[in-house]
């Protein structure tokens, strides 16, 4: 299996501030990563997709980047709505893995 | 548009056999290309994938549950069905559908509510 793992485990912005969030593959994936956003009590959310496209209606401050074993997801601009835990997952090989999540707080 | 919701029962006994319900609409899965996987979510942990089946009735299963799992398809009733046996207390999560392009990658676009399912006698 492709071991996913993300960093920081937690983290704490302020409004306006920007954030990345980095996730690292065992076994390289190419560009195949999805982020995902999670809020207390909620389905996750897709963000973005093949690393670095914006999933229709998600905002523009959010932006992702890498290609085989290491990528980024970064939020510019951040909002008190942003607070959440962040996924990613990889999409190349079965079984689909996904990091450990990422605990985003923003005051 | 497309929607996904999750059904089943909130409580099943240890060894039991759990059956799930992903009904969706704003697709087919008689389409090309189209996916419906399901992911879960023990209480406070991270997600984890169990299986996905797409528009050709190809099915994959995560390779540490596949033993346990079956997934399969009603296209006339647009549901996915998932069962899972012999469940046991650590499988106490929520239990989420999804909706995947197979051409875009396995990845999840779209996810159902979610189903918190307690695993307990």
């Known amino acids: 299996d492709i071991r996913m793992t993300q960093s920081p485990s937690s983290v704490s912005a302020s409004v306006g501030d920007r954030v990345t969030i980095t996730c690292r593959a065992s076994?390289?994936?190419?560009?195949?990563l999805a982020w995902y956003e999670q809020k207390p009590g909620k389905a996750p959310k897709a963000l973005i997709y093949?690393?670095?496209n914006l999933q229709s209606g998600v905002p523009s401050r959010f932006s992702g980047s890498g290609s085989g074993t290491d990528f980024s997801l970064t939020i510019s601009g951040l909002q008190p709505e942003d607070s959440a835990t962040y996924y990613c997952q990889q999409a190349h090989t079965f079984p689909i893995t996904f990091g450990q999540g990422t605990r985003l707080e923003v005051k | 548009q497309i929607t996904l919701k999750e059904s089943g029962p909130t409580l099943v006994n240890p060894t039991q056999t759990l059956t799930l319900t992903c009904t969706f609409s704003g697709f087919s899965l008689t389409t090309n290309d189209v996916g419906v996987g399901w992911i879960r979510q023990p209480p406070g942990k991270a997600l984890e994938w169990l299986a996905v089946i797409y528009w050709d009735d190809d099915k994959r299963y995560s390779p540490s549950l596949s033993s346990r799992l079956t997934i399969t398809k009603d296209t006339s009733k647009n549901r996915v069905v998932l069962t899972m046996t012999n469940m046991d207390p650590v499988d106490t999560a929520t239990y989420y559908c999804?909706?995947?392009?197979?051409?875009?990658?396995?990845?999840?676009?779209?996810w159902g509510q979610g189903t918190l399912v307690t695993v307990s006698s």
């Open positions: 999804g909706h995947s392009l197979y051409s875009l990658g396995n990845w999840f676009d779209t």
């Open positions: 076994q390289a994936v190419s560009t195949w």
């Open positions: 093949s690393a670095s």
